[in-house]
């Protein structure tokens, strides 16, 4: 497994270097004979240590977990306990993603500015801007939910394959997740 630390702020020793790669290799190894890659970012916040870490787990999905604590090893421990728990919710889904052949499907989504507000507008409202293209997967919808999940992500758009639309699942203020179909032009309650 191909590891990368990141220190910011703060100077990584060896020994929590090496601490770092061998929980996280028993962590991932836990769930797939071969993990890919992870990157980890521990970031110094004034008397705080933030974690984040990233790993690749299969085509298209990648986990991320945050940790936040004064000391950076309990900091790391909270974000790979975060990692354990998203992926066993979803290890059954992700082995079986990660051994067919089924092709993940992407489409490219266009940057736009929309700047053409009026000038009185543009006083209280800011310009809305897509900083970046954005690949959209095609993606069932409990898979959708799976990355929201997996990413830590509010919101997940995608393609479906049923109907070839582009859809939306959203983390909803009470808890539930939210979907929204073009099709059925209402708000669906997963």
Same mark, same amino acid.
């Given at each position: 497994?191909?590891?990368?630390?990141?220190?910011?702020?703060?100077?990584?020793?060896?020994?929590?270097?090496?601490?770092?790669?061998?929980?996280?290799?028993?962590?991932?190894?836990?769930?797939?004979?071969?993990?890919?890659?992870?990157?980890?970012?521990?970031?110094?916040?004034?008397?705080?240590?933030?974690?984040? =870490?990233?790993?690749?787990?299969?085509?298209?999905?990648?986990?991320?977990?945050?940790?936040?604590?004064?000391? &950076?090893?309990?900091?790391?421990?909270?974000?790979?306990?975060?990692?354990?728990?998203?992926?066993?919710?979803?290890?059954?889904?992700?082995?079986?993603?990660?051994?067919?052949?089924?092709?993940?499907?992407?489409?490219?989504?266009?940057?736009?500015?929309?700047?053409?507000?009026?000038? =009185?507008?543009?006083?209280?409202?800011?310009?809305?801007?897509?900083?970046?293209?954005?690949?959209? &997967?095609?993606?069932?919808?409990?898979?959708?939910?799976?990355?929201?999940?997996?990413?830590?992500?509010?919101?997940?758009?995608?393609?479906? &394959?049923?109907?070839?639309?582009?859809?939306?699942?959203?983390?909803?203020?009470?808890?539930?997740?939210?979907?929204?179909?073009?099709?059925?032009?209402?708000?669906?309650?997963?």
């Amino acid at each position: 497994m191909k590891i990368q630390i990141t220190g910011k702020h703060t100077d990584i020793g060896e020994a929590f270097t090496q601490y770092i790669q061998e929980t996280l290799q028993t962590a991932m190894q836990k769930y797939f004979a071969d993990p890919v890659d992870a990157h980890i970012i521990i970031e110094k916040k004034g008397h705080q240590f933030h974690t984040e =870490i990233t790993s690749h787990v299969c085509h298209g999905f990648d986990v991320v977990a945050k940790g936040h604590d004064f000391d &950076p090893y309990t900091s790391f421990d909270m974000a790979v306990s975060r990692i354990k728990t998203r992926l066993t919710r979803y290890k059954d889904r992700l082995k079986d993603r990660r051994h067919s052949a089924e092709n993940l499907k992407i489409e490219m989504a266009q940057k736009y500015v929309f700047d053409g507000l009026e000038k =009185i507008e543009q006083e209280t409202h800011p310009t809305i801007i897509a900083e970046m293209k954005m690949e959209i &997967p095609t993606f069932s919808v409990g898979d959708a939910v799976m990355q929201m999940d997996l990413k830590d992500l509010p919101v997940v758009l995608f393609k479906n &394959p049923l109907n070839n639309q582009i859809n939306i699942v959203f983390r909803r203020q009470d808890g539930n997740i939210g979907w929204v179909d073009p099709n059925n032009l209402s708000e669906n309650t997963i």
